[in-house]
Each structure stands twice: as structure tokens, then as C-alpha cells.
């Protein structure tokens, strides 16, 4: 029998303070608060066994003989955080636009003198097609308006409540004939830091809104630049320094840049209808720096205890990892690895970079037609250029334990000679982290169709309706 018990208690609080002014032309918001928000966790688990069979309608862990002494478990955490915030927005004739915001957050993941982070933003606007200069072209662009803007963000995620402290673990040492200190043990489990704070994402950004043919034609376009510094990263040490889980820091750059489009038209007006939205997005992921460890590798295998994602200074997240495959050797049946290293084995020196789950782009397109009250209208969705480990097909073409195998085994090289891209039967080797298990994630597809038809209100005024 189990018993568990658990309990979450979140409030959060927020006082805001707003002023509005708008004479002449002139239009002015102003915005002030603070808030608050608190989260309590407590939680409690056990088992028990032989359970007295003359009480059978009883459900409880008291009616258990043997209590599990290394199941039972009890746990609390709480977090806490303080922001104030303001804003300041203004705007003339909605031709001239500012915005000014500001934030102080402090949050209790950090370590005390390092709780707190200020972050800024300024954002403008010019509505060009108001000046007078663009008269001559009112009736080729409706609307026109530049964007600019600049902000610094913080980042807690990620990290426990209690990150910027020494954890310590515990187990339980069974009284044995050779145990001498029986009872409960205690050992190191993550180091302390004391200089544990936010990790901060400062970003730029340009944009063009563009209106034309009588808002027949509608193009948005923006481009960014966004680094982020103080990555929150849990640094493994050496073993010898006696702490599993490393340490939590602030450790490491990355960028990120790109641009993004999107175009609505109207190309058909009148009873029948048709309406198009389209937008593409180009991002360009780099990590940048890494300080304390210099790589790190996730993500590993069950079949072959290979970590398959590699993060290193140059490279972008999600870079896959692993040996070269160039195919099925004729003779034996084994997979052919490429030597990198030149020094006539394949040993781990070989591995590489073998792939990337960043795509080139993604993109989707939607197109509406409407006809009297029918609609009908389908979203299409895409990604170009990543990859994607398909790391199923370890268990179900490695040929090497009891797993069912998929059909595409029934190819596999059976003899000598046989031209195949399917390894012999056996061969813990030809399972490796490789380019064999790396596919194109590139993809188009139809997600959403939608056809509907709006009844007229003259019939739904007699039945009482507004809309069906």
C-alpha cells in the first residue's frame, strides 16, 4: 500500500496605478505598480506491506506490519518574488511614438546581494505615411510606420528554489553485521555559490509596417539581434572535488538573430472572396562562450550510453553528435565509421558533429475563401532545413535484445557480397551514435481545415439568436 500526500499554495498580488492624458494631439499614459507573488510546496510519501488481512476494508498505512523505511519520503520548498514596474507611453497625432518601461524584479532563487535585477526598455515609432512628403503616393500606400526598439530581459527558469546553496544528500545504511554506523548518512550533493544571479537577454529590433492598395496588401517586416549573457547552467565537476551535482552558475553567452516576415492580401473582393496571410521566420542560434566547462553533452542513449546533443563554444543548440556512417560493409555486415583522427581505429576521437535541430526557416501560409455565409479555409505549416535524430530506430533495427524489430530489418545483410544499408544481426558496434540515425525534419504539412457556414440574421432573429 502508498500514501502520498502533497499541497500547493500560490497567491500573488498587484497594485497598479495608471494616468491618462490626451489634449491636442498629445496622448500620455503612465503606468506604476508593484507586485508580489509566493509559492509554498509540501509534500509527503510511504509504503508498507503485510498489510493484517482481518481488517481488509481498511485503507490505511497504519494497517500495515512492515513500513518501507527507504521509500518514505517528506519534502518542502517555498519561492518568493518582488517586482515593481512602470511605464511611460507617448504619442503625437498616433505619428510620433515612445515607450519607455522599467522593472526591478527580486527573486528569493538567488543568493542574497545578488536578488535583484533592473531591466529597461525603449520602444519608438514613426508613422512616415502622415508627413507630408508621402501625399503623392496616398494612393499606392495607405498605411507606412518604422519600428525600433532596444530592451534587457531576466531569466529565472530553469534552476531549483535553493540553487545558490551547498545541497547536501541522504541515504539510509541498513544495520548489518558489517555496517558499525548504521542509521541515516550524509554526503555532499551540489556545491554552494554565492554570486548567483539573473540571467539577462538583451535585444534590438527594427520593423516596417507597410499598407497598400487600400490595405489590399499588408507587409510587416522586423529584424533582431538578441544576446543573451549569465546563462543559468548546472556545471558538472571532476570527480574528485566530491559533488555529483555540480554547481549552478552563471556561465556562458549565446546569440540569437534573425528576421521575420509576414504579408496579408486581399486578393479577391466582392461576393466570392479570398484572403491569403503568409509569414516566414529566418533564426541563426550560436552559442558564443562557455566558461568553467567548455562542453557538455546531453541526451543519452538507453541502447548505447552515448549522449547524442553536444554544447560547445561555436555551435548552435541542439547540435547532434556522434560517428560518420558511410554505409554497410559488403563483406562483413558491419556498419563503416569514418576514422577522423587518422590513427587507423575507430575509438570516441572520431565523433562529430552529425546534424542540427535548428531549422534554416519556418513558415505558414493560411487562405481564406467566403461565399455569401460559407467560409472555408486551410493553414498550412512548415520547417526547412533541421534535422532530427530518430533515435526509435535504435530499438527497432539494432537487432540486439528481445524488441519487436520493424520491417525494415528484413533487408538486413544476411551474407557475403549482399548490398544492403541494414548491418548483420548481433553487432553491438553497428548501433554507435551515428549519421545512420540522423534524418531531414524538413516538412510541409496541412494542419487546420475549416469550412463553415454563418446563418442571416433575419432567420436567427426569430429563433432569438445573435449568432449560429
Known amino acids: 500500500m502508498e500514501e502520498s500526500f502533497s499541497r500547493n499554495v500560490e497567491w500573488l498580488l498587484e497594485n497598479l496605478l495608471t494616468y491618462d492624458y490626451d489634449k491636442n494631439g498629445h496622448q500620455l499614459s503612465a503606468m506604476g505598480g508593484a507586485t508580489q507573488q509566493h509559492a509554498q510546496y509540501n509534500g509527503q510519501y510511504m509504503a508498507g506491506f503485510d498489510l493484517s488481512p482481518s ?6 498505512i497504519s494497517a500495515a506490519n512492515q513500513i518501507d523505511k527507504d521509500a518514505a519520503s517528506l519534502s518542502a520548498s517555498a519561492w518568493s518574488l518582488a517586482s515593481f514596474l512602470g511605464r511611460v507611453a507617448y504619442n503625437y497625432n498616433s505619428k510620433y511614438l515612445l515607450t519607455v518601461n522599467f522593472r526591478a524584479d527580486g527573486s528569493s532563487r538567488f543568493a542574497p546581494g545578488h536578488r535583484w535585477g533592473y531591466f529597461p526598455s525603449v520602444s519608438a515609432g514613426w508613422r512616415i505615411s502622415d508627413e507630408r512628403f508621402m501625399e503623392p503616393l496616398k494612393n499606392q500606400i495607405s498605411d507606412m510606420k518604422l519600428r525600433v526598439g532596444w530592451g534587457l530581459n531576466g531569466n529565472q527558469a530553469g534552476i531549483g528554489n535553493y540553487a545558490y546553496l551547498a545541497q547536501m544528500r541522504a541515504s539510509r545504511v541498513s544495520p548489518t553485521t558489517d555496517n558499525l554506523y548504521p542509521g541515516m548518512a550524509i554526503y555532499p550533493g551540489s556545491g554552494a555559490n554565492k554570486e548567483l544571479t539573473w540571467e539577462k537577454t538583451m535585444q534590438w529590433n527594427a520593423g516596417l509596417d507597410l499598407q497598400l ?3 489590399r496588401l499588408n507587409v510587416t517586416f522586423d529584424a533582431y539581434y538578441k544576446k543573451t549573457t549569465d546563462l543559468l547552467l548546472t556545471v558538472s565537476l571532476p570527480d574528485n572535488v566530491n559533488l555529483p551535482g555540480g554547481i549552478t552558475r552563471n556561465d556562458g553567452e549565446m546569440v540569437n538573430k534573425g528576421m521575420e516576415w509576414m504579408i496579408s492580401s486581399q486578393n479577391l473582393r466582392g461576393k466570392f472572396s479570398w484572403d491569403t496571410d503568409f509569414n516566414i521566420s529566418f533564426n541563426r542560434n550560436k552559442l558564443t562562450k562557455l566558461e568553467l566547462n567548455k562542453v557538455y553533452y546531453y541526451a543519452e542513449m538507453y541502447e548505447t550510453r552515448e549522449q547524442a546533443v553536444v554544447l560547445r563554444e561555436g555551435l548552435s543548440l541542439g547540435t547532434f553528435y556522434g560517428y560518420v556512417a558511410k554505409g554497410v560493409d559488403p563483406e562483413t555486415g558491419d556498419v563503416i565509421y569514418e ?13 562529430t558533429e552529425i546534424g542540427c535541430a535548428q531549422p534554416d526557416f519556418i513558415y505558414g501560409m493560411t487562405n481564406t475563401f467566403r461565399y455569401k ?54 553487432n553491438v558496434e553497428n548501433i554507435h551514435n551515428s549519421t545512420r540515425f540522423v534524418e531531414d525534419g524538413s516538412y510541409l504539412r496541412l494542419k487546420t ?18 449568432k449560429l
Open 373 to 426: 455565409g460559407f467560409s472555408f479555409s486551410f493553414f498550412l505549416q512548415g520547417s526547412q532545413g533541421n534535422d532530427i535524430f530518430n533515435a526509435s530506430r535504435i530499438d527497432t533495427e539494432g537487432m540486439m535484445d528481445f524488441r519487436n524489430q520493424s520491417k525494415a530489418v528484413l533487408d538486413r545483410w544476411k551474407r557475403p557480397g549482399m548490398i544492403t544499408d541494414i548491418p548483420r544481426v548481433g
Open 213 to 215: 492598395f487600400d490595405s
Open 339 to 351: 576514422d577522423l583522427n587518422g590513427n587507423g581505429e575507430i575509438d570516441p576521437g572520431d565523433r
Open 449 to 466: 481545415v475549416t469550412l463553415s457556414y454563418d446563418f442571416q440574421r433575419k432567420l436567427l432573429k426569430k429563433m432569438r439568436l445573435s
Open 55 to 60: 481488517y481488509p476494508n481498511l485503507r490505511s
